[in-house]
């Protein structure tokens, strides 16, 4: 089991442009979630998906949007990235309701937006 | 008042210390308690998970919950200079709803 994989690692954007973070998941978890960490900051839920064909905003939603594309995968895009959007971006997922409440982060993504 | 306090200072111990963590919470909703411990450059792993009050202890790791306090600690025994990381407690009212609130993180390092 790979667990929760992310793509890219790194990534440098320049202000406007846009971009995909991937994330799949083979734990067959339903939920999964997209955040962020900046220093000072701890984790901030952008956006997360309950279950195959939901999704719904965090804390910070503003800028990205977000697709479940299927029980495993959940992306993140920036449209238009800003400086105030770099930061570390990790995915993570989990199976609610089953007892077992807590979350499986991936290796995240590092963006640098110039 | 944020959900989650936790202090962020770091925290520099020699190796053999026992190191002492601990977060407080506003919602008396939270069932589920969790810390994370992170290395860096690496994402969040779970440590230690526990439901409810009471101990927990596993190997050099001990995590107890007041849910009367609504505080939370991390206890790790005899500390090696491979436990520095950052750890982060989470916590969440579970039933389905498994949003987790976070505290901000405290960065250990522990000194051979």
Request: with cysteine; proline share 5%.
């Amino acid at each position: 089991n790979a667990g929760v994989t992310q793509t890219p690692k790194f990534q440098v954007l320049k202000t406007g442009q846009s971009m995909t973070l991937q994330c799949a998941q083979d734990m067959n978890h339903n939920s999964m979630y997209w955040y962020r960490q900046d220093p000072g900051m701890g984790l901030r839920l952008i956006y997360y998906s309950a279950s195959e064909g939901t999704t719904d905003k965090g804390e910070v939603p503003n800028g990205y949007n977000v697709s479940r594309l299927n029980k495993r995968e959940f992306s993140l895009r920036l449209e238009s990235a800003a400086p105030s959007q770099t930061s570390v971006y990790f995915c993570a997922s989990s199976i609610p309701g089953t007892g077992e409440e807590t979350q499986y982060f991936g290796p995240g993504t590092r963006l640098l937006v110039l | 008042q944020k959900e989650v306090e936790q202090d962020p200072g770091p925290l520099s111990v020699p190796e053999g210390a026992i190191v002492s963590l601990n977060c407080t919470y506003s919602n008396s909703a939270f069932q589920y308690f969790m810390w994370y411990r992170q290395y860096s450059r690496k994402g969040p792993e779970l440590l230690m998970y526990t439901y409810s009050s009471g101990n927990k202890e596993d190997g050099r790791f001990t995590a107890q919950v007041d849910k009367s306090s609504k505080y939370i600690s991390l206890f790790i025994r005899d500390s090696q200079p491979s436990d520095s990381a950052t750890y982060l407690c989470a916590m969440s009212e579970g039933y389905g709803n498994n949003r987790l609130a976070f505290g901000k993180g405290n960065q250990v390092v522990v000194i051979p």
